[in-house]
């Protein structure tokens, strides 16, 4: 068993570090929330009182944190992660962050000595609980094959993306393909609705018919035909419409410095950024139907 530290216990870091102490590895936490400590010290970590700490002593860290600004100000600096671990460390931050913030702190591990991946995650603080998290891995060979033994703790399906950074890639590209899915889903519905087509009966042709995609299979954003999507729970998230506008974010930042042309990616995140103006942002992100609907 390993010693850990785990930077960032919030709604998926908390359940993620639950894991891996369930698994039976000794791991130092952190947070700025001394609840969030509380919460994973009775069941058997370690709380630390500053991040630096939780880098101190131990084989690997994990952080989980908000946004880059976060990743770079904890990992940075001369209080910072990077000048406190043991030169070999391997540091995994499953943050979902810009790419180019991503592949600097990446720079600045090598530099210092450490071994670094970037490894955010799919599947939602359901996925967390379980275990079943998606992990995109970006960072060398080495460094994948020594983070895969706790990513296989906290997930069931684990990609190595390619260099540093890719990780990264994969989760905007594959969030902003969803963010245009969850619209266009959306918008035939709908259609449908207001040329007086059933709702169950457009899913019953569509999902099995050239328009079918995720966001109709798994997640319906009407309710009814997805017993199990939110939209049969008032749009209780899931995944939030902010977190989506996060993402579609993010997208739309590495698409302008690749010069990449996204333009139903830019529509998506304005799409987006009506329902947090409106105060919808805690919805689930397929409350976009709503707002397409003029519900909101
Ligand atoms: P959260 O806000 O619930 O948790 C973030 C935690 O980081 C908080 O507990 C906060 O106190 C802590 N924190 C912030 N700054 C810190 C610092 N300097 N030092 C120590 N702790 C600090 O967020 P979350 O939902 O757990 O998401 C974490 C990351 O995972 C984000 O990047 C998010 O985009 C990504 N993500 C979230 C989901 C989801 O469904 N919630 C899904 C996939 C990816």
Redesign the pocket.
């Known amino acids: 068993m390993a010693k850990l530290g785990f930077?960032?216990?919030?709604?998926?870091?908390g359940p993620m570090a639950r894991n891996l102490l369930k698994a039976g590895h000794e791991v130092k936490v952190?947070?700025?929330?001394a609840d969030?400590i509380a919460a994973c010290v009775a069941l058997g970590a370690v709380g630390v009182e500053q991040?630096v700490d939780a880098a101190r002593d131990v084989e690997c860290v994990v952080t989980?944190?908000?946004?880059g600004p976060?990743v770079a100000?904890?990992y940075g600096g001369a209080d910072g992660l990077l000048a406190a671990a043991e030169k070999g460390t391997l540091f995994i931050d499953?943050?979902?962050?810009d790419v180019e913030t991503a592949r600097s702190v990446a720079r600045d591990a090598e530099t210092a000595g450490m071994v670094m991946v970037d490894a955010?995650?799919?599947?939602?603080?359901g996925g967390a609980e379980g275990g079943t998290l998606t992990f995109m891995v970006g960072g060398t060979e080495t460094g994948f094959a020594q983070a895969q033994p706790f990513l296989d703790v906290m997930g069931k399906n684990i990609f190595h993306a390619g260099a540093s950074g890719n990780g990264q890639v994969a989760k905007v590209c594959n969030n902003m393909l969803l963010g245009i899915s969850m619209i266009a889903t959306s918008e035939a519905f709908v259609l449908g609705e207001k040329l007086g087509l059933d709702a169950q009966t457009l899913f019953d042709i569509s999902s099995t018919a050239s328009g079918q995609c995720w966001s109709m299979t798994s997640y319906c954003p009407v309710p009814g035909p997805v017993p199990t999507s939110p939209a049969n729970n008032d749009y209780a998230p899931g995944?939030s419409a902010g977190?989506m506008l996060?993402?579609l974010r993010l997208a739309q930042g590495a698409a302008q410095s690749a010069k990449a042309s996204t333009p139903l990616g830019a529509m998506a995140e304005s799409l987006y950024a009506l329902m947090e103006q409106s105060g919808n942002d805690q919805m689930d992100f397929s409350g976009i139907v709503k707002l397409l609907k003029g519900d909101l």
């Open positions: 930077i960032g216990l919030g709604n998926m870091g952190f947070d700025l929330s969030a991040a989980m944190l908000p946004a976060h100000g904890v499953s943050s979902t962050i955010p995650v799919s599947g939602g603080v995944f977190m996060k993402d």
